[in-house]
């Protein structure tokens, strides 16, 4: 796709930002050879020393945009910490880029259940065997643990770890990005004071 195939005008005209991000992820669904879902979770701990790392967006909705992990993670304890983050999509071959921020609530039972059952099966013993973020004192040390988890549910299904589920980011800013020729790049940012009020928009100098 090349970069005048979306006007400065297809910015203008939506009003609803999850609207343009499901056109958006649809497009990068088309063109990224990997991963088009994938996108960079930014937190801080405790001292406000930030962190971010790649997860995979697995749902979105007008709700918010809901990831799964170990909530012993790093990331784990710094977002049920902080109940912010910031998430950042890059897709490099359409050259456009999404930010969000905004407050972070954890998913129901019944989505985590839902979601850890669609896993395959070695996903479902990983997220058991490994003490995720924590010190590992050699590979073998984890090939045990799967090898013993899996023993464990050799017979009968793989129940979820109660340690692991899923976040919902709820934003309150999410900004669109298109890269356009000079640098002289589209920006447009919806912004709303919290996640139960309506949006505003407006256009940002490159």
Request: hydrophobic content about 45%; cysteine-free.
């Given at each position: 796709m090349s970069?005048?195939?979306?006007?400065?005008?297809?910015?203008?005209e939506n009003d609803d930002p999850f609207g343009?991000?499901?056109?958006?992820?649809?497009?990068?669904?088309k063109s990224e050879p990997n991963d088009p879902n994938?996108?960079?979770?930014?937190?801080?701990?405790?001292?406000?020393?930030?962190?971010?790392?790649?997860?995979?967006?697995?749902?979105?909705?007008?709700?918010?945009?809901?990831?799964?992990?170990n909530f012993e993670s790093q990331k784990g304890r710094e977002i049920l910490g902080q109940r912010k983050a910031a998430m950042c999509f890059h897709w490099k071959t359409l050259r456009r880029q999404v930010r969000l921020r905004?407050?972070?609530?954890?998913?129901?039972?019944?989505e985590a259940d839902a979601y850890y059952r669609s896993r395959p099966l070695g996903s479902r013993i990983g997220a058991w065997a490994s003490r995720q973020s924590r010190p590992l004192e050699s590979r073998f040390a984890l090939?045990?643990?799967?090898?013993?988890?899996?023993?464990r549910f050799a017979l009968g299904d793989v129940p979820r770890p109660p340690h692991w589920s899923g976040f919902r980011l709820r934003p309150v800013s999410i900004e669109f990005w298109h890269d356009r020729k000079f640098?002289?790049?589209?920006?447009?940012?919806?912004?709303r004071a919290t996640p139960e009020e309506g949006w505003s928009k407006e256009r940002l100098y490159p």
């Open positions: 970069e005048n195939q979306l006007t400065s005008g297809d910015f203008s343009l991000f499901a056109a958006w992820l649809e497009d990068a669904t994938a996108v960079a979770v930014a937190s801080v701990d405790e001292t406000g020393m930030p962190n971010v790392r790649m997860v995979l967006l697995k749902e979105f909705d007008q709700r918010g945009f809901v990831f799964y992990t905004g407050e972070v609530e954890v998913v129901s039972d019944e090939e045990k643990a799967v090898a013993e988890y899996t023993a640098r002289l790049h589209d920006r447009i940012v919806f912004s």
